[in-house]
């Protein structure tokens, strides 16, 4: 089965802080995303990658940076948390040309800043 | 206007009811289609995919109408565990960069 493992289900941090979400695959599934969901809102792609040291921006990437060293992490770096940064963030990862749809999901990190 | 949009419901229907969620996407260059089921406090996983002749998988049948830039899911004698929320989701163009975007999902609540 595809794991894909997200490094804590809950945060708490303060306004300012730094903040690292890390997303382990073992799959060695190419594709790596970041989403974040919001009531209301759905799901919104912050940040991707196709490849290690590749990084492509989504929808809403401001106040997000990642970083994709090797094949199987992904992590999401919030340089200075802010409380419009409330959230649960999704990491996901496909194989192939993401054409073919099939997400597979980390069980998300809820993350909230005061 | 949102490039994927559904009824946010809640749909509440009683057990071996018959329910319909409906989708339209923006960019007539979308090419893939699918519908992802997400639990309660859970990820989303991928319930099905979505073809061009319409496809189902069980009590599932989901439609594709292109000139409309429509989806639908159909749930047949829908049960207990049916419950949860249904994304609709659509590839963001006709590029290979894969990058899908998701519906606000459609929530489903099946009452005994």
């Known amino acids: 089965d595809v794991k894909v493992t997200q490094s804590s289900r809950y945060l708490v941090k303060r306004t300012g802080e730094k903040v690292f979400l890390e997303c382990v695959q073992d799959?060695?599934?190419?594709?790596m995303f970041w989403y974040r969901q919001d009531p209301g809102l759905g799901l919104r792609l912050i940040y991707f990658?196709?490849?290690?040291?590749?990084?492509e921006k989504g929808d809403i990437p401001e106040g997000y940076s990642v970083s994709r060293e090797k094949k199987e992490r992904f992590s999401l770096i919030l340089e200075s948390a802010s409380t419009n940064q409330t959230s649960m963030y999704l990491c996901?990862?496909?194989?192939?040309?993401?054409?073919?749809?099939?997400?597979?999901f980390g069980e998300g990190s809820r993350l909230t800043v005061l | 206007r949102k490039e994927v949009e559904q009824d946010p419901g809640p749909f509440n229907v009683p057990e071996g009811a018959t329910v319909a969620f409906n989708c339209t996407y923006s960019?007539?260059?979308?090419?893939?289609f699918f519908w992802y089921r997400q639990d309660c406090r859970k990820e989303p996983k991928l319930l099905m995919s979505?073809?061009?002749s319409g496809n189902e998988d069980g009590r599932f049948t989901a439609q594709l109408n292109r000139a409309s830039q429509y989806i639908s899911l159909l749930i047949r004698d829908s049960k207990l565990s049916d419950s949860a929320t249904y994304l609709c989701?659509?590839?963001?163009?006709?590029?290979?960069?894969?990058?899908?975007?998701f519906g606000q999902g459609t929530t489903l609540q099946v009452k005994p």
């Open positions: 996901a990862s496909s194989s192939g040309t993401a054409n073919t749809g099939e997400l597979f």
């Open positions: 799959m060695d599934h190419e594709n």
């Open positions: 990658s196709y490849d290690v040291k590749m990084k």
């Open positions: 960019n007539s260059a979308s090419q893939s």
């Open positions: 979505v073809y061009s």
């Open positions: 989701v659509v590839n963001g163009g006709s590029s290979n960069t894969g990058k899908l975007i």
